[in-house]
């Protein structure tokens, strides 16, 4: 089973706590893990979340690295995190873009998607805040008939 993952960066800690039980309960219906693969972008937040859950329980991770420059734009105390994410992934998939872009993020999203059985969101059900946000991963996703699962805590706010 391969799971891809899209969601909100930026999230209040008590958000964060609540999404990362979300996620622990979400990787508890695969089981057994040693077949599931994680499908991460390894941006700050959800994405690298999930890869460390799946990793932790026995599955394996392939990145999907949406620019050249992808790295240089996430938040710096990020980045040792996914330099050792990206060194765990098993495979890791490039979009051929340089500039780090939404329309590079968003075209990343796709092939997420297209690699995925299946799409976790960590998704508040608002329109993206910008192109190639969680809003329009979920509805390419819908739109391909990639199933999508929404992870969203109760009265929840980013």
């Known amino acids: 089973m391969r799971v891809g993952i899209t969601g ?8 964060e706590a609540q999404v990362r039980t979300l996620l622990a309960r979400q990787l508890a219906a695969y089981a057994p893990h040693d077949d599931l693969v994680a499908v991460s972008c390894l941006a700050d937040g959800p994405d690298s979340w999930w890869a ?7 599955g394996r991770l392939e990145v999907v690295v949406p620019a050249a420059e992808y790295r240089a734009g996430l938040p710096t105390w990020h980045h040792p995190d996914y330099d050792t994410l990206l060194a765990r992934s098993s495979d890791a998939h490039e ?3 340089r500039e780090s872009t939404s329309s ?5 999203s796709e092939i997420l998607v297209g690699l995925s059985d299946e799409v976790v969101a960590v998704w508040d059900g608002l329109p993206a805040r910008g192109y190639g946000g969680t809003a329009d991963v ?4 819908c739109g391909t008939g990639v199933p999508v699962t929404i992870l969203w805590p ?3 706010t980013r």
Do not use: C, I
Not at 104 to 108: C, E, K, L, S, V
Not at 138 to 141: D, F, I, P, T
């Open 8 to 15: 909100h960066r930026g999230l209040p800690e008590p958000v």
């Open 52 to 58: 460390h859950a799946v990793l932790d329980a026995g």
């Open 95 to 97: 979009t051929g873009l």
């Open 104 to 108: 590079a993020h968003q075209t990343g």
């Open 138 to 141: 979920v509805s390419y996703a």
């Open 154 to 156: 109760a009265g929840a």
